[in-house]
């Protein structure tokens, strides 16, 4: 498409392509921008109900685990539990980081004890 005066194109008729690296790259700079936009989100605090059925586990895993999960007391020793969603996201995804990786051989525990085992008769 041609302007009025028939000199250049209009913008609506240029056309770009973007190669894949393009496309990641322009990926990449919007991720950044929505994480500095949610830092600085006021901190937003849920109780254990919420938090555990956003993770999809039970409430007794989420008292459980509160001090791993960096919880907070409202109103003092005794008050109710409150965790930031940002903040608990940060620890499950540094555990899954530093998680060992998973073996075919299934859950073998290794124990060493010093006890004299019983003797099996035949």
Known sequence: MR??????????????RL?????????????????????????????????????????????AHARELRAIRLGGARGRLRFDVRTVERVLLADTATAAPATNGGS???TRSTAELLPINP
């Open 3 to 16: 302007s009025k005066r028939g000199d250049a194109p209009t913008p609506a008729a240029v056309r770009v």
């Open 19 to 63: 190669d894949r690296a393009d496309v990641e790259a322009i990926a990449e700079r919007v991720l950044d921008l929505l994480e500095a936009r949610a830092d600085r989100l006021p901190v937003r605090y849920v109780d254990a109900v919420t938090l555990a059925e956003a993770l999809g586990v039970d409430r007794t895993w989420v008292y």
């Open 108 to 110: 073998r525990r290794s």
